[in-house]
């Protein structure tokens, strides 16, 4: 089974069901026993807190639409599906759509957008890296089976069984992964505000300039300096991080210097990267408002044409300037509660059925978990594979599609 948890979408999950209720048998880690084992409960759609049918709901929430000025639909915790009709939802609605946590990964799309980069995938990683450089990337509380699955799979299609794989993880060791069998990771210690220092840093040590300095950002010259001597000798070195782990501001510094090391190294050998990041439905919504829009989320449908501003359609800038009058909250796989917002602001919340992300909500819809109450897909963190969710217990929870097409359809 499939996991929609997090962004790995790990597909090798063991699961067994009783009434209902969801145990991880194997290969789960702690997110996937959180996720998957989370109590269901009975949950009724509501209207200013009192119960009401779906089908009342469903029209409450069209007419808040139908009379907001400045509607927002964001969150987009869901699936493929769940994504193409939100966006759809935006275009009747005259509303900007954004993803709850796009701020996380916004980092990595500017760079992208600016000066392109070379970047791998999970199976080319796994099958073909033989020196994985991992940045600041928190593994152990974010995606814990990414050392066993890509780091240390019991089997690859080419990597020489000769030349083990070797592995760095440069940041704060408190959460360093930690070493397998089959796999060596050897810990860097480096401040996590300065990555950016250690990269450039790192960057003319493989180039053959000799720095005067003696440490930079917590780490030793002499670390660093054989990190590029590695680094150049590997066959195919991968340098892994997560947009979202990477120090506030200087993320996209760090990001900027990740990828001029490989822009280097790629002169004279095979070298890429690997981003983390689009969780909780995050890099399907970059992917379907792509496909639909042309461009990666942060999108209005206000104007006579598509608008695209990633400053100024951030969920965080749109809440914390109070530019919206209507939210249309969607999450139906994290587990936290909606933004607050303030009392002015009319709330349409769809998500599983759980009491607390109905308070505050003038219209309160409640929905399945994908891959869990029913089918549907999600693409991965690299961006290139689609993974099919299945069904897991039996349930009577619409899914966001079906409910966000009902409301389409009184537009
Ligand atoms: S690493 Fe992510 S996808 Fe894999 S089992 Fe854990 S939460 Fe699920």
Redesign the pocket.
Known sequence: MA?P??S???DD?SLSVSKGNIAVTD???R??KL?FEREATVEFPRINGKRVSQTAAIAAAAKLLRRAQRPFISGLGTDVEGIREAVHLAEKSKAIVDHGNSAGFDGGMRVMQSKGWYMTTLAELRNRSDLVVIVGADLVNH????VRRFLAPKQTLHLAQSKPRRAYFVGDQSVAPKSTKACMIEGINCDVTRVFEFMAALRASIAGRALKARRVAQASMTEIETLGRAIKEADYPVFVWAPAHLHGTQADLTIQSITRIIDDLNKTQRAAGLALGGDNGGMSAANVCAWLTGYPLHVSFAGKTIDYDPVQYRTSALLEHDAIDTLVWIDAIGNAAPPATNPGIKRIIIAPNQAEQSSNADVFIPVGVPGVDHAGAMIRTDSVVTIRLDQVRSSSSPSVRKIIHSIVGQL
Do not use: D, H, R, S
């Open positions: 996991c948890f997090c790995l979408l790990c999950l290969n789960g880690c997110q996937a996720g995606y814990e089976n990414f």
